[in-house]
């Protein structure tokens, strides 16, 4: 089956940094990937929706200029965690699909737990 | 949008069978997806469905009534390593990147 990595599994940080999460599709080309959050005891929320080579869509409430998505090529996309605080302390998970066509799954990566100090 | 309702816990016997329901309003259905979330964990695949019907794959098995909005997964002779949060997820084709919507997920505990 597909596989999509994350990195780093686990980061630690102080309030005010900057932190850089990576999902790759290991073999296969992914089209869209999606960014989720998810609090303790909650379900996945969708914060992003990237297409390669174009901006991401926000979903409503998240804050374009605090969680920065780049999906430069059809195997990496990166969230990045601006101006960090404890609130955002969460567990970031991407996931990723091949082409665009409506019978495509998604595929999860392995998650992010971050944590804000 | 879509509202996807499924019950937040459950308990069950090592053994035992579990149904676990999901119901859900979209306005242009797409599939719905079953996934397992262990704590701490990302979700896996479990079972996908488009068409009314029950899909069975060893344990477990899932039914979708496309004119009901309601889906269920069952799970037979659980064993415990089956404690974990079931996620009901449905894919609306109206939306324009077709992802994925999640329930609130059911945590489920499988006793001795």
């Known amino acids: 089956g597909a596989v999509v990595s994350q990195h780093p599994s686990r980061v630690i940080c102080k309030s005010g940094t900057s932190v850089k999460i990576e999902c790759r599709s290991l073999d296969f080309q992914a089209t869209t990937m999606f960014w989720y959050r998810q609090f303790p005891k909650q379900s996945l929320m969708l914060m992003a929706t990237?297409?390669?080579?174009?901006?991401?869509?926000?979903e409503q409430g998240v804050e374009k200029d605090k969680f920065l998505i780049n999906h430069a090529s059809l195997t990496l996309s990166t969230l990045t965690v601006t101006s960090a605080h404890p609130e955002d302390s969460s567990f970031y998970i991407c996931s990723a699909r091949e082409g665009r066509g409506i019978g495509n799954e998604q595929f999860f990566g392995p998650g992010t737990r971050l944590t804000v100090l | 949008g879509q509202n996807i309702d499924q019950p937040t816990e459950m308990t069950a016997t090592e053994g035992a069978i579990v149904q676990i329901n999901c119901t859900y309003q979209t306005s242009g259905f797409n599939g719905l997806f079953w996934y397992q979330q262990h704590a701490g964990e990302a979700p896996t695949f479990l079972s996908y469905n488009v068409l009314d019907g029950l899909e069975e794959k060893g344990r477990f098995s899932s039914f979708l009534s496309r004119s009901k909005g309601y889906s269920y997964l069952l799970l037979k002779e659980l064993q415990m390593k089956d404690s974990a949060s079931y996620l009901c997820a449905v894919r609306d084709y109206d939306n324009a990147g077709n992802m994925l919507t999640f329930g609130g997920g059911t945590r489920l505990m499988v006793k001795p």
């Open positions: 990237s297409n390669e080579g174009s901006k991401a869509t926000y």
